[in-house]
């Protein structure tokens, strides 16, 4: 697997209701794999330090448990109800959660995004941060994708065929479908 760019948006809450916190797990889970992209910080000191800081916890406690416990989401929510002091209480989630919504870049921020999204800078245009923070990851994410189309193709190596028909085996039931794929019609 090669690197992600991050696609969960800062506009995101998981059950604690703190947005930003699935994106900061997510960056930080990444990168203490060595498998987020290029220009994306772990925990960077923009959102991800705003939602540490307002919940009450300590910067290196939390990438620290998250390198070394590698929980899922919902273990890493439990374990933030865990630490001492953290502060979860609904007046302080609403104050994080508005400081994180009302949060406004600057105009050369903004202008720099839109310009890269072939968007005008206009009425119609997104000013807060989570938007363009959106529009900024889904250009990168593009950008990566399609990037490896670019690239010359390495020539394809020759195949010998069998000698002889490849016999099935009936020893084991091929594997049950997830349950997105089961939920499919045919």
Same mark, same amino acid.
Request: charged share 20%; aromatic share 6%.
């Given at each position: ?14 059950? @604690? ?20 992209? &290029? ?6 000191? $923009? ?9 009450? @916890? ?26 001492? $002091? ?65 690239? &010359? ?11 002889? &028909? ?21």
């Amino acid at each position: 697997m090669k690197t992600l760019v991050p696609l969960i948006s800062s506009g995101t809450a998981g059950p @604690l209701g703190v947005l930003h916190l699935p994106r900061l797990w997510l960056k930080a889970s990444l990168e203490a794999q060595g498998k987020l992209a &290029p220009g994306y910080p772990g925990a960077g000191q $923009g959102y991800d330090q705003m939602v540490i800081s307002g919940l009450g @916890l300590d910067r290196q406690t939390v990438l620290d448990y998250i390198k070394t416990e590698r929980p899922t989401y919902p273990q890493f929510e439990a374990w933030i109800k865990g630490q001492p $002091g953290a502060k979860l209480g609904k007046e302080s989630i609403d104050t994080l959660n508005a400081s994180i919504t009302g949060y406004i870049h600057d105009d050369a921020t903004r202008k720099g995004v839109l310009e890269s999204n072939g968007l005008a800078d206009d009425e119609t245009a997104a000013r807060d941060a989570v938007n363009l923070n959106n529009l900024d990851d889904w250009k990168e994410f593009h950008t990566a994708l399609y990037a490896e189309e670019e690239a &010359p193709a390495a020539p394809a190596a020759e195949v010998a065929e069998p000698a002889a &028909p490849v016999e099935e085996s009936s020893a084991a039931p091929a594997p049950a479908p997830h349950a997105e794929e089961a939920a499919v019609p045919a």
